[in-house]
Nanobody, 129 residues
């Protein structure tokens, strides 16, 4: 069974940090670009960050540039999202998914599910004092 399992979410104060993990099972992450996405209550899902299949290129939404960093560990078949300087507006459920193409299909205002596959269950990040 192909699946992602996200973890690492939680409650953090503004300015704090969290590291999210996205572990794959049933397939090899190296075959795909992997994106992180988030959805806040009452808002549309948005692409936050993406890393290409070989880990040589990354892409970030403007709202997280300079604060978030995506990376991948081939040996662990896992992708990470390091989130620093967190803000209240980062509060959301964070998901990872395989991108059936380039990272431009993940970090865009026009997400199309036909290019995104194997969604995980998500992990909740709450930024609040």
């Amino acid at each position: 069974q192909l699946q992602f399992v996200e973890s690492g979410g939680g409650l953090v104060q503004p300015g704090g940090s969290l590291r999210l993990s996205c572990a794959a099972s049933g397939f090899t992450l190296d075959d795909y670009a992997i994106g992180w996405f988030r959805q806040a209550p009452g808002k549309e899902r948005e692409g936050v960050s993406c890393i290409n299949s070989v880990g040589s290129s990354t892409k970030y939404a403007d709202s997280v540039k300079g604060r978030f960093a995506i990376s991948r560990d081939t040996a662990k078949n896992t992708v990470y999202l390091q989130m620093n300087s967190l803000k209240a507006e980062d509060t959301a459920v964070y998901y990872c998914a395989a991108v059936l193409g380039t990272c431009r299909l993940a970090v865009t205002t026009d997400l199309n599910d036909k290019y995104l596959a194997v969604w995980g269950q998500g992990t909740l990040v709450t930024v609040s004092s």
